[in-house]
């Protein structure tokens, strides 16, 4: 005998009569099979169990008295499962979805019909001969999914007549999401391959992305062209790794909040006026230490007490090693450290956020200098910077002690 899900409701039927604690849509439907409504989940399971689980307004209870059969289609992350909701909803016009005859209480994304074309956010119908794709129903989801495809594949913002006319990169090529439209550093050429990804992304087509990116990097590398070939590495990895990322908002179901940032790397220098100095490097993936990639630097070309001339040479061979670059790095210490950090990271024409930690007078009181950071737990930064100080003491400590003890005879 199958047990009801949901035991207030015996007669709601769920598919393979489980519900999965996955991102993902869930497909509301009445006794005749219609579809009453789709809605987005980072956690199916939380989510449609909500629905059930205490009163609602009356519209929303008139829905569920409705509802005798739940559907749902698992996503890798929060952020596809947006874009899927989004394309099901103007494929279906569930009647609970559909607020407005006139459609504009829906927002869409709309790539402009220009040169340099713009990724925009826009309201109701449109008076542009750009491509959009939606609707979508949280303003707040979608400028948040816009963050993160910028993070992968950075866009324009800047209108046509401002095109390689600024005297200075803008703020947003400083963190690495605008492409150079601001200062001309990139061509058409290159540039039209983000917005065709972007594009694949919208219409759900990550897997024909990831093919399409090994593809190029294997043409690069063949080509000798490695600068080019990990900047399509470092995109692939940024699109497989996005799954503990929470879109949703609390009112939809969300359990955490946005994180921007999924692999976080942390450095810290150790050393008494320049003795076996040290630094090191953790990481953090999706605000959880990875300690299998924790990496331990001793100094070899600084002599003396100067921290940030060895957090240069910490980067340097960081930079020059294979491993997935990270979307953002923390240094302990303030602006000449955030400083160094950047230069060394410009040097190999590398884009990646920097910020400082440093602590206040009363050293209680921590302060970030640097990058502006959106959305990210600060929790999250004071254990990287913790951690990164422990590693460091750490190894600075054995290798102080390793010159008193003495060889056997």
């Known amino acids: 005998m199958t047990v009801p899900i949901f035991k207030n409701r015996p007669d709601v039927k769920v598919k393979n009569n489980m519900l999965p604690e996955n991102s993902g849509v869930y497909l509301m439907k009445d006794t005749n099979g219609h579809l009453l409504y789709v809605g987005k989940a980072g956690n199916l399971k939380r989510r449609v169990s909500s629905y059930f689980a205490r009163p609602h307004n009356e519209r929303l209870e008139k829905m569920v008295s409705e509802i005798k059969k739940i559907d749902y289609i698992v996503t890798d992350t929060a952020l596809e499962a947006l874009i899927l909701e989004a394309s099901l909803i103007k494929k279906h016009t569930p009647p609970y979805n559909i607020k407005e005859k006139d459609d504009r209480s829906f927002l869409y994304i709309e790539i402009t019909n220009e040169k340099f074309q713009r990724v925009m956010l826009v309201r109701g119908k449109s008076t542009s001969a750009g491509k959009r794709f939606g609707p979508f129903t949280s303003a707040g989801s979608l400028r948040d999914a816009l963050r993160i495809i910028r993070r992968i594949f950075p866009f324009n913002v800047h209108s046509p007549e401002t095109i390689g006319k600024f005297k200075k990169p803008c703020f947003d090529y400083e963190l690495g ?24 992304l919208l219409e759900g087509k990550k897997k024909s992305i990831l093919k399409l990116l090994a593809r190029r990097m294997k043409s690069e590398s063949v080509k000798l062209n490695f600068e080019a070939a990990q900047k399509l590495k470092r995109q692939m990895f940024s699109l497989q790794h996005i799954e503990d990322i929470a879109l949703i908002g609390k009112n939809e179901g969300a359990e955490t909040i946005t994180q921007q940032y999924q692999r976080i790397e942390g450095y810290d220098i150790s050393n008494i006026s320049g003795d076996a100095a040290v630094g090191s490097m953790v990481v953090f993936i999706n605000g959880k230490p990875d300690k299998e990639s924790y990496r331990k630097f001793k100094i070899q070309t600084v002599l003396g007490a100067n921290d940030t001339e060895m957090l240069h040479e910490v980067l340097e061979r960081r930079l020059h090693n294979p491993w997935p670059f990270p979307d953002l790095i923390l240094v302990d210490g303030g602006i000449n450290q955030v400083n160094v950090a950047r230069r060394t990271l410009a040097k190999s024409n590398i884009k990646i956020p920097v910020i400082g930690m440093i602590k206040g007078p009363d050293r209680k009181e921590t302060r970030l200098v640097g990058s502006s950071l959106g959305m990210i737990d600060r929790n999250t930064l004071i254990q990287v910077r913790d951690e990164a100080h422990r590693f460091a003491i750490n190894y600075h400590k054995k290798l102080r002690s390793a010159r008193f003890i003495k060889p056997k005879k």
């Open 177 to 200: 999401l605008c492409p150079g439209t601001c200062i001309g550093t990139i061509n058409e050429k290159d540039y039209k391959k983000n917005i065709h990804n972007i594009a694949l």
